[in-house]
C-alpha cells in the first residue's frame, strides 16, 4: 500500500518535473525563435547576396586558386618555392621509408619464424638505425610545413597590404563599397585560415597519393604473378570503381562545407567589428551608460556566429557518420580468418580484403587454384616463411594503403572548406583591385540585425563620367555635381574657380556637402561628371575636426606623414612650430620631443586640434583645407594661428560655423542646402559681400555668435 503511494508520488512528482522543463524549453524556444526571426529572412538576403555564387570544389575554386598560388610561388627561385620543394622531398623521402620499414617488419618477422638469430640481431639493428632517420623526416614535415605556411602567409599578406594601401583603396573599401565589411579580418584571420589550410591539406593529401601510388604498383605486380586465380584483373578494377563510387557519393551527399564555413568566418568578423567598434568608442558608451545596448547587439552577433557553427556541427554530424560508414564498415567488410584458413595466397587475399570488400574478394579466393610457393625447399618446404614474409610487408603496405584512400576521401570536407577560405580571400583581393580602380559596388548590406544600408541609386554611378584635370594651382570646377558614394545629388552642379591668393570660407548648413567638397577636392571621391581642375593632390593638406593621432612621439605627430628620416627640419624648427600653436609647453609637460605616448588619450581636443594645425606649419601646402579644424581652440588662439599660416603664403579653404574666422579669409562660399540635399548655389565674392553675408549669417548663427561674445 505504501509502496504504491510511493510510486504514485514519484511518478506524480517526475511528470511535474517533466512538464515544468518542458514548458521552460518551449518559452526558451520561442524566445529564441522571436530572436532569430528577422536573422533568418536577413540570412536568405544575405545568401543572395554573398553567396549568390557556388562556393565549393568546382572550376571557379581551381581558377582561383591557381591565381592565388602564383602570388605564392611567384618565381621558381622565390623562397616560397624552395620551402614547397623541400617539404615536398621530405613527403617523398617518408613515403619511401614507411616502405622500408614494412619490408623490415616483414623481415624481421621471416627471422623470428625460421628461428634465426643472427638474421633477427641484424635487422633489428637495421630497424633502429633506420627509425633515427625516419623520426627526423616526421618531426622535420611538421618543422617544413609551418615554414611554408609561413612563407605564403608572408607573399600573401605582402601582396594584400600592396593592394589595400594603393590609390586610398583603405578609404574607398570602407566608404565607397559594401562588399567588404571587415577587411582587417580578411587581412588578417582569412589569410592565415587560407594558408594554414592549404599547407596542411597538402601535406596530408601527398604522403596519401605516393602511398596509393606503392600499393597499386604493388597490386599490378601481383596480379601479374597470380596468374591461376580468375578475377585478378577486374577485382583492381571493380575496387577502383567501388573508391570512384564512395567519392561521387560522399561529394553528392556532402553539405556545402565551403559556403558555410565561408558565412561562419563572415560572422566571426562582425562580432569582432562590434567589440573593436566599443573599443573605440568606449568613453562615449561609458558616458551614457549605453553597455546594455551595446551588449544586446554584441550578444545578437555573437548568437549568429553561434547559429552557423551549430549547423556546421550538425551537418558534420551525419556527414562523418555517412564517411565511416562507407569507408570503415562497408570497405572493410571482409572475413579474413576465414580466406586465410583456406590457404589462399595471404598477400592477395589482404589486399583485397583492405581495399576490395566481401564481393570482390570472393571472386580470386574461389577461383586460385594454385600451390604454395618456397624460396627454401629444403628448411621451409611449404614455403611458410616466405609467406608469413610477404604476408607482413603486404599487411603493413596494404594497410597504409588503405589508410591512404580513406584519408585522400575523407579530406573532402577540408578541401570544401579550403574552397570557402580561397573565395574569402580571392573576393578580398578582387575587391581591392576593383575600388583601386574606381570600379565600386554598393550592395544591401547587414551590419547587424535589424539595420539594412540600402542602396538609393539616386544616379547611375559612372565615375569615368567626370575629367580631373592636373593644374599648376588653381582649383576650377566646370559644372561638378556632388554626389556621395550612396548615389545621393548633394549638389547637382558646381562652378568655380579659386585662385592660390584667395582665402576661402565655406559656409552651408549641416550635411550640405562642404566636407563632401573637399573629398572631392582631394580625389577622395570621385566626379561623375563635369570637369575639375586641380594641383596635385601633395598640394593639399587637411586638417579635420578630430585629426588623426598616429603612433609614435611628439616629433612623429608633427611631421606626420613623414617619417623620422623624412623629416626635413631640426628640432629648433620643431619649437618654432610648436610655439606657432602655442602648444610649446607640450614638451615640457610629456618630457621632450621623442617621448612616445598614445596621443590620443592623453591630450586634450583643443591640444589635438592645434598639434593637428602644427602639421601645416610642417607641411606648407599650397591650400589648407580647414573643416572645422579649430572649434575646441580658444578664439584669441585661434587667430593667431590663422594669421600665422596666412603669413607663410597659404591659402585657407575654411569650412566653420564661427563668423569670428571671417576676418581671416577674403572669400564666401555659401552653400544654400535647402534641407533635400538636391539644390545648391555657390558664389564667390569680393570683401564687400563678405560683410553682407556677415549681417546674414550673424542673424542665422546669432546664438553662435553670443556664446563667442560671452
Ligand atoms: N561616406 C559616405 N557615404 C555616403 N554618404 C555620405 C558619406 N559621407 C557623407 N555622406 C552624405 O553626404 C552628405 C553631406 O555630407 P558632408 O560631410 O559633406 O556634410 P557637411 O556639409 O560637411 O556637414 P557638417 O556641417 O555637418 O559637417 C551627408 O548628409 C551624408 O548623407
Known amino acids: 500500500m505504501a509502496s504504491s503511494r510511493r510510486t504514485k508520488i514519484f511518478i506524480f512528482s517526475s511528470s511535474f518535473a517533466l512538464i515544468i522543463y518542458l514548458i521552460r524549453r518551449y518559452r526558451r524556444y520561442l524566445r529564441l525563435k522571436k530572436f532569430f526571426k528577422l536573422v533568418q529572412s536577413q540570412k536568405k538576403s544575405l545568401m543572395s547576396i554573398t553567396l549568390s555564387s557556388s562556393i565549393g570544389i568546382n572550376k571557379r575554386f581551381f581558377n582561383q586558386l591557381l591565381v592565388i598560388i602564383k602570388i605564392l610561388i611567384p618565381r621558381l627561385r622565390s623562397d616560397s618555392f624552395v620551402l614547397f620543394v623541400t617539404h615536398l622531398t621530405a613527403l617523398i623521402s617518408r613515403t619511401f621509408l614507411s616502405v622500408y620499414i614494412a619490408r623490415l617488419d616483414g623481415a624481421i618477422v621471416k627471422s623470428l619464424v625460421q628461428r634465426n638469430p643472427r638474421d633477427f640481431i641484424r635487422t633489428i639493428s637495421i630497424f633502429l638505425t633506420v627509425a633515427i632517420p625516419a623520426s627526423f623526416i616526421n618531426s622535420f614535415i611538421k618543422f617544413a610545413e609551418s615554414k611554408l605556411a609561413l612563407a605564403f602567409r608572408s607573399k600573401l599578406t605582402r601582396y594584400a597590404y600592396d593592394s589595400y594601401f594603393r590609390n586610398q583603396t583603405y578609404y574607398r573599401i570602407s566608404n565607397m563599397d559594401t562588399r567588404l565589411l571587415t577587411p582587417d579580418q580578411n587581412l588578417t584571420d582569412d589569410i592565415e585560415t587560407f594558408t594554414t589550410t592549404l599547407t596542411h591539406l597538402f601535406s596530408h593529401l601527398t604522403k596519401p597519393f605516393f602511398d596509393i601510388a606503392v600499393v597499386s604498383w604493388t597490386l599490378v605486380v601481383m596480379v601479374q604473378e597470380k596468374?591461376?586465380?580468375?578475377?585478378?584483373?577486374?577485382?583492381?578494377?571493380?575496387?577502383?570503381?567501388?573508391?570512384?563510387?564512395?567519392?561521387?557519393?560522399?561529394?553528392?551527399?556532402?553539405?556545402?562545407?565551403?559556403?558555410?564555413?565561408?558565412?561562419?568566418?563572415?560572422?566571426?568578423?562582425?562580432?569582432?567589428?562590434?567589440?573593436?567598434?566599443?573599443?573605440?568608442?568606449?568613453?562615449?558608451?561609458?558616458?551614457?551608460?549605453?553597455?546594455?545596448?551595446?551588449?544586446?547587439?554584441?550578444?545578437?552577433?555573437?548568437?549568429?556566429?553561434?547559429?552557423?557553427?551549430?549547423?556546421?556541427?550538425?551537418?558534420?554530424?551525419?556527414?562523418?557518420?555517412l564517411?565511416?560508414?562507407?569507408?570503415?564498415?562497408?570497405?572493410?567488410?571482409?572475413?579474413?580468418?576465414?580466406?586465410?584458413?583456406?590457404?589462399?595466397?595471404?598477400?592477395?587475399?589482404?589486399?583485397?580484403?583492405?581495399?576490395?570488400?566481401?564481393?570482390?574478394?570472393?571472386?580470386?579466393?574461389?577461383?586460385?587454384?594454385?600451390?604454395?610457393?618456397?624460396?627454401?625447399?629444403?628448411?621451409?618446404?611449404?614455403?611458410?616463411?616466405?609467406?608469413?614474409?610477404?604476408?607482413?610487408?603486404?599487411?603493413?603496405?596494404?594497410?597504409?594503403?588503405?589508410?591512404?584512400?580513406?584519408?585522400?576521401?575523407?579530406?573532402?570536407?577540408?578541401?570544401?572548406?579550403?574552397?570557402?577560405?580561397?573565395?574569402?580571400?580571392y573576393t578580398m583581393l578582387q575587391v581591392f583591385d576593383e575600388c583601386a580602380h574606381e570600379r565600386y559596388q554598393r550592395l544591401p548590406t547587414i551590419v547587424g540585425e535589424d539595420s539594412y544600408i540600402e542602396a538609393k541609386r539616386k544616379v547611375n554611378l559612372n565615375p569615368q563620367g567626370g575629367r580631373t584635370i592636373e593644374s599648376d594651382a588653381d582649383i576650377i570646377a566646370e559644372n561638378l555635381p556632388i554626389i556621395t558614394p550612396n548615389g545621393d545629388v548633394i549638389i547637382e552642379s558646381l562652378s568655380l574657380k579659386i585662385t592660390p591668393n584667395m582665402h576661402v570660407l565655406i559656409t552651408g548648413p549641416n550635411g550640405c556637402g562642404k566636407s563632401s567638397f573637399f573629398r572631392i577636392v582631394r580625389g577622395l571621391w570621385p566626379i561623375y561628371s563635369g570637369f575639375l581642375h586641380r594641383p596635385n593632390p601633395s598640394n593639399f593638406f587637411l586638417i579635420p575636426q578630430r585629426p588623426y593621432m598616429c603612433p609614435g612621439t611628439l616629433r612623429d605627430q608633427i611631421i606626420y606623414p613623414h617619417r623620422m628620416g623624412q623629416a626635413r627640419i631640426n628640432d629648433n624648427h620643431l619649437m618654432e612650430i610648436l610655439n606657432n600653436v602655442e602648444l610649446q609647453y607640450i614638451v615640457q609637460r610629456e618630457g621632450g620631443l621623442n617621448v612616445e605616448r598614445d596621443w590620443k588619450d592623453i591630450l586634450s581636443g583643443g591640444e589635438k586640434q592645434r598639434l593637428g594645425l602644427a602639421r601645416i606649419f610642417y607641411h606648407k601646402p599650397k591650400y589648407a583645407l580647414l573643416d572645422e579644424c579649430t572649434s575646441a581652440v580658444s578664439i584669441d588662439v585661434e587667430g593667431k594661428i590663422y594669421e600665422r599660416v596666412k603669413k607663410l603664403g597659404i591659402s585657407l579653404l575654411t569650412i566653420t560655423h564661427r563668423p569670428s574666422l571671417w576676418a581671416y579669409h577674403t572669400h564666401l562660399l555659401q552653400f544654400n542646402g535647402d534641407g533635400e540635399k538636391e539644390r545648391a548655389e555657390s558664389q564667390l565674392a569680393g570683401i564687400p559681400e563678405i560683410q553682407r553675408r556677415l549681417d546674414e549669417l550673424t542673424q542665422l548663427l546669432g546664438e553662435d555668435i553670443t556664446d563667442d561674445q560671452n
Request: net charge positive; charged share 25%; glycine share 6%.
Open 227 to 321: 596468374k591461376r586465380a580468375r578475377g585478378l584483373k577486374e577485382v583492381p578494377i571493380l575496387t577502383i570503381m567501388v573508391i570512384f563510387m564512395t567519392f561521387l557519393a560522399l561529394r553528392k551527399l556532402s553539405p556545402r562545407f565551403g559556403k558555410l564555413v565561408s558565412e561562419e568566418a563572415r560572422r566571426r568578423g562582425l562580432l569582432r567589428f562590434a567589440h573593436t567598434r566599443i573599443i573605440t568608442n568606449a568613453e562615449e558608451i561609458a558616458f551614457f551608460d549605453g553597455h546594455e545596448v551595446e551588449k544586446d547587439w554584441i550578444l545578437k552577433l555573437y548568437y549568429q556566429l553561434r547559429e552557423q557553427t551549430n549547423l556546421i556541427i550538425k551537418k558534420k554530424l551525419w556527414f562523418i557518420m
Open 323 to 425: 564517411e565511416q560508414f562507407l569507408m570503415k564498415y562497408f570497405w572493410h567488410s571482409c572475413p579474413q580468418k576465414h580466406i586465410i584458413l583456406n590457404g589462399m595466397n595471404s598477400m592477395v587475399i589482404h589486399a583485397l580484403c583492405i581495399l576490395g570488400g566481401m564481393v570482390f574478394i570472393a571472386i580470386p579466393i574461389l577461383t586460385y587454384d594454385g600451390s604454395g610457393e618456397t624460396d627454401d625447399p629444403i628448411g621451409d618446404p611449404l614455403g611458410i616463411s616466405s609467406r608469413t614474409e610477404a604476408f607482413t610487408v603486404s599487411k603493413n603496405l596494404l594497410s597504409s594503403g588503405a589508410d591512404a584512400v580513406e584519408r585522400v576521401i575523407s579530406s573532402y570536407k577540408e578541401i570544401a572548406q579550403l574552397a570557402g577560405y580561397t573565395n574569402r580571400v
